[in-house]
């Protein structure tokens, strides 16, 4: 299968080793990966600001790199559920509507893509430590990912998941955490506790969004606890 | 930025920060939720209930004008009297009118958020009458002149300690801080109240189209004594309460009792269709129903966020908000906080002043999988947020958008982003967590990840 990789832009900037791990995972599966060099963006943030036109500018290049993918894969849970949820809505009566809906059917989520469309689970991936999971909450309620991480995290040799007692959102949301810093600083240091609580050492996630806002928490208030996105745990053999 | 958004930024950061606070909320909500599953749990089929519920409130709402009708015909039929207020003001006056026509003096009244919306209290305490909670968390912060915390629990960011000091200023009467003591201190000065008090005031948790009918659920008997001790009756409601049959409270009663207190069902479930009737040994002799639109005819026009006339005020969505549990109650300023609130005040009052209602939220959508009649909570505030930059964007930000385009989408321009970020980001310790840093409502209270030696599409690049 050809796989087309989106990189959003927090991955391709601060995280590449999330966007490598993938491509490394797929091509082992013997699939073949292509990445369009472009579009960086999918246009959440100013789709979640409430400037839709100007959402509507960046997508259209998304769209229009992506009309002849195969299957296109996300690398943020997040940036995903942008892609397959929202786009139908921010394109309804527009001239691309047709066009988001035939992308949006073809989007998946990297971990959904591995264990869903797949039949993946078992990478021969080993990580021996304890660790907890995040659920982002696009991920979650918007693509309905739930148990495609986990299964594969259960088969990743040495690793110990233990789950937090809480499901609840870290605090991020995007330009929320820009706009209410207070309010984000508070749901983030919530979840830490959460996470620190199961005594984890490392708090896994499929979405490097979120994990940025903790981890940025985590490093300015000293706790024990390091971030780490799901794709670079499987990768590791 | 509006005089409300301001406040609402000054007492987030204050609550925020208040650990107490966080402690006693989280605590009193993680209650909560383990003695909402155990209930859940105890439906056959709670996802099948809930949609039953979500397609019975959109029957009614979607037929409002014939429910209403049905509704009204057979209330008039038993003697009660209905109003209808289109306004707030118009509301207020009414229910004063009627009071004044009675010569009356002393007011009790049961919960209703509706009378918080429409500021009652205070039209009828500067009419000249005397108004007494009878709920007991309403009782509370009425003696301490704070408005409810939450629309289901209205004290319940008060410690025990805080509650018997309040009787002890106010009712000179705590003998310890006992839950049961202060209780029947409450309960001492209620009794009173209800005897000497002329009308009686309730709100509605549902209408009953087929049999014209109030249903009001409660825990403490208060609202059954408020209703049915004094001579005169006036039950104040919004028109989307409406149900559109009695059988359909057999389903909405202990979801509202489950969802919104954790209860299998509320200890008093009271249906009133009039005044005494005739060989009737109690009731009062007169009932008024006072129907309040106050701009929910605007959401009702609104295709996209009608299903917002859905709600039956159980909390839920407050109750499993992250940013609610974080700033509290107070911080909304507003009678509907939480979720529901970020959806409907701009509504009902005003987008552009209360837009931020809609902004501040994750868009987490615990919200949305919470609410028991399936409002689309999360994306109604997406678009709360897109109708307000519509009708008046902010220059900056449309600009920083609007240039945002061919940055994110072009390679060159991407590329330029990423060098001039590495230069910038070297510059960045001199200015990092300090008011001059571009990104300090970032770097205030978390670090920035640095970028990467190589990025991605760098890597991508030296592939090809």
């Given at each position: 299968?050809?796989?087309?990789?989106?990189?959003?832009?927090f991955?391709?900037?601060f995280?590449?080793?999330?966007?490598?791990?993938?491509?490394?995972?797929?091509?082992?599966?013997?699939?073949?990966?292509?990445?369009?060099?472009?579009?960086?963006?999918?246009?959440q943030p100013?789709?979640n600001t409430?400037?839709?036109?100007?959402?509507?500018?960046?997508?259209?290049?998304?769209?229009?790199?992506?009309?002849?993918?195969?299957?296109?894969?996300?690398?943020s849970g997040s940036?995903?559920a942008?892609?397959?949820?929202?786009?139908?809505?921010?394109?309804?009566?527009?001239?691309?509507?047709?066009?988001?809906?035939?992308?949006?059917?073809?989007?998946?989520?990297?971990?959904?893509?591995?264990?869903?469309?797949?039949?993946?689970?078992?990478?021969?991936?080993?990580?021996?430590?304890?660790?907890t999971y995040h659920d982002g909450c696009h991920s979650l309620r918007e693509?309905?990912?739930?148990?495609?991480?986990?299964?594969?995290?259960?088969?990743?040799?040495?690793?110990?998941?233990?789950?937090m007692k809480q499901t609840v959102c870290c605090g991020f949301g995007g330009t929320f955490s820009a706009k209410f810093p207070a309010i984000s600083t508070a749901m983030g240091e919530v979840k830490c506790d959460l996470a620190l609580e199961?005594?984890?050492?490392?708090l896994v996630s499929i979405d490097s969004s979120c994990l940025m806002h903790l981890q940025g928490l985590i490093d300015r208030q000293?706790k024990?606890l390091?971030t780490?996105?799901?794709?670079?745990?499987?990768?590791?053999? | 930025?509006?005089?409300?958004?301001?406040?609402f930024r000054?007492d987030a950061r204050r609550l925020t920060a208040d650990l107490?606070h966080r402690q006693?909320i989280q605590?009193?909500l993680g209650?909560?939720?383990?003695?909402?599953?155990?209930?859940?749990?105890?439906?056959?089929?709670?996802?099948?209930?809930?949609?039953?519920?979500?397609?019975?409130?959109?029957?009614?709402?979607?037929?409002?004008?014939?429910?209403?009708?049905?509704?009204?015909?057979?209330?008039?039929?038993?003697?009660?009297?209905?109003?209808?207020?289109?306004?707030?003001?118009?509301?207020?006056?009414?229910?004063?009118?009627?009071?004044?026509?009675?010569?009356?003096?002393?007011?009790?009244?049961?919960?209703?958020?509706?009378?918080?919306?429409?500021?009652?209290?205070?039209?009828?305490?500067?009419?000249?009458?005397?108004?007494?909670?009878?709920?007991?968390?309403?009782?509370?912060?009425?003696?301490?002149?704070?408005?409810?915390?939450?629309?289901?629990?209205?004290?319940?960011?008060?410690?025990?300690?805080?509650?018997?000091?309040?009787?002890?200023?106010?009712?000179?009467?705590?003998?310890?801080?006992?839950?049961?003591?202060?209780?029947?201190?409450?309960?001492?000065?209620?009794?009173?109240?209800?005897?000497?008090?002329?009308?009686?005031?309730?709100?509605?948790?549902?209408?009953?189209?087929?049999?014209?009918?109030?249903?009001?659920?409660?825990?403490?008997?208060?609202?059954?004594?408020?209703?049915?001790?004094?001579?005169?009756?006036?039950?104040?409601?919004?028109?989307?309460?409406?149900?559109?049959?009695?059988?359909?409270?057999?389903?909405?009663?202990?979801?509202?009792?489950?969802?919104?207190?954790?209860?299998?069902?509320?200890?008093?479930?009271?249906?009133?269709?009039?005044?005494?009737?005739?060989?009737?040994?109690?009731?009062?002799?007169?009932?008024?129903?006072?129907?309040?639109?106050?701009?929910?005819?605007?959401?009702?026009?609104?295709?996209?966020?009608?299903?917002?006339?859905?709600?039956?005020?159980?909390?839920?969505c407050l109750n499993v908000c992250p940013i609610y549990r974080n700033v509290g109650?107070?911080t909304y300023?507003?009678?509907?906080p939480g979720p529901?609130?970020g959806?409907?005040?701009?509504?009902?009052?005003?987008?552009?002043?209360?837009?931020h209602l809609s902004y501040s939220s994750s868009l987490c959508g615990a919200c949305t999988e919470a609410?028991?009649?399936?409002?689309?909570l999360a994306?109604?505030l997406l678009?709360?947020r897109?109708?307000?930059?519509?009708?008046?964007?902010?220059?900056?930000?449309?600009?920083?958008?609007?240039?945002?385009?061919?940055?994110?989408?072009?390679?060159?321009?991407?590329?330029?982003?990423?060098?001039?970020?590495?230069?910038?980001?070297?510059?960045?310790?001199?200015?990092?967590?300090?008011?001059?840093?571009?990104a300090y409502c970032w770097t205030k209270t978390r670090d920035l990840p640095?970028?990467?030696?190589?990025?991605?599409?760098?890597?991508?690049?030296?592939?090809?």
């Amino acid at each position: 299968m050809t796989v087309t990789l989106f990189i959003p832009c927090f991955i391709d900037l601060f995280y590449p080793q999330v966007g490598v791990a993938m491509v490394r995972i797929l091509e082992r599966l013997g699939h073949r990966v292509v990445c369009p060099e472009a579009p960086a963006c999918c246009g959440q943030p100013a789709f979640n600001t409430g400037y839709w036109d100007e959402s509507r500018a960046v997508a259209e290049k998304v769209l229009e790199q992506l009309k002849d993918a195969e299957v296109v894969v996300i690398a943020s849970g997040s940036c995903g559920a942008m892609m397959k949820v929202f786009y139908p809505d921010l394109f309804v009566g527009t001239p691309h509507a047709p066009l988001a809906k035939a992308v949006a059917a073809k989007c998946y989520e990297f971990s959904q893509f591995l264990v869903d469309k797949l039949g993946v689970t078992d990478l021969g991936a080993r990580f021996p430590h304890k660790v907890t999971y995040h659920d982002g909450c696009h991920s979650l309620r918007e693509m309905q990912i739930h148990t495609a991480p986990r299964k594969l995290m259960a088969k990743v040799g040495g690793l110990e998941l233990v789950e937090m007692k809480q499901t609840v959102c870290c605090g991020f949301g995007g330009t929320f955490s820009a706009k209410f810093p207070a309010i984000s600083t508070a749901m983030g240091e919530v979840k830490c506790d959460l996470a620190l609580e199961t005594d984890a050492e490392y708090l896994v996630s499929i979405d490097s969004s979120c994990l940025m806002h903790l981890q940025g928490l985590i490093d300015r208030q000293g706790k024990k606890l390091k971030t780490i996105n799901l794709a670079e745990i499987l990768v590791q053999s | 930025m509006s005089t409300a958004a301001a406040q609402f930024r000054q007492d987030a950061r204050r609550l925020t920060a208040d650990l107490r606070h966080r402690q006693l909320i989280q605590t009193a909500l993680g209650k909560y939720e383990v003695k909402r599953d155990e209930n859940k749990a105890l439906f056959q089929d709670y996802e099948g209930a809930r949609q039953f519920a979500a397609e019975t409130k959109w029957e009614a709402i979607n037929h409002l004008d014939q429910y209403l009708d049905q509704f009204v015909r057979g209330l008039e039929a038993r003697g009660t009297k209905v109003h209808w207020a289109t306004t707030a003001q118009q509301a207020r006056d009414l229910i004063v009118g009627i009071v004044r026509g009675k010569n009356a003096r002393r007011i009790v009244k049961s919960k209703a958020m509706t009378a918080e919306e429409i500021h009652l209290n205070e039209a009828l305490e500067k009419a000249g009458f005397e108004v007494v909670e009878s709920d007991l968390g309403e009782f509370i912060v009425q003696l301490r002149n704070e408005p409810p915390y939450h629309i289901v629990f209205p004290a319940m960011h008060l410690s025990r300690g805080e509650i018997k000091d309040v009787f002890q200023k106010k009712l000179h009467d705590a003998p310890s801080d006992e839950p049961e003591e202060l209780t029947m201190v409450a309960r001492r000065v209620l009794r009173q109240k209800y005897l000497q008090a002329e009308v009686g005031i309730t709100g509605a948790n549902f209408a009953v189209a087929d049999t014209g009918m109030i249903s009001v659920t409660e825990n403490e008997g208060n609202a059954r004594l408020t209703a049915a001790l004094p001579k005169t009756m006036i039950t104040l409601l919004g028109i989307e309460k409406i149900v559109p049959r009695l059988e359909d409270l057999g389903l909405f009663l202990p979801m509202l009792a489950t969802v919104g207190a954790g209860q299998l069902i509320s200890g008093y479930n009271t249906m009133y269709g009039g005044p005494r009737q005739p060989g009737e040994a109690d009731g009062p002799d007169e009932f008024h129903v006072v129907l309040l639109d106050h701009n929910r005819t605007a959401i009702l026009a609104d295709a996209e966020q009608r299903d917002a006339l859905h709600c039956i005020r159980c909390g839920a969505c407050l109750n499993v908000c992250p940013i609610y549990r974080n700033v509290g109650g107070h911080t909304y300023g507003t009678t509907y906080p939480g979720p529901i609130g970020g959806v409907i005040t701009p509504h009902l009052r005003g987008l552009q002043e209360w837009k931020h209602l809609s902004y501040s939220s994750s868009l987490c959508g615990a919200c949305t999988e919470a609410c028991p009649v399936k409002i689309d909570l999360a994306h109604h505030l997406l678009q709360n947020r897109r109708n307000a930059t519509r009708q008046k964007p902010s220059g900056w930000q449309k600009f920083a958008f609007k240039l945002f385009a061919p940055v994110a989408n072009g390679r060159v321009m991407w590329m330029l982003v990423t060098k001039c970020g590495r230069i910038g980001q070297k510059l960045h310790p001199l200015l990092r967590g300090k008011p001059l840093d571009p990104a300090y409502c970032w770097t205030k209270t978390r670090d920035l990840p640095p970028i990467a030696p190589q990025s991605f599409k760098e890597w991508w690049r030296t592939r090809a």
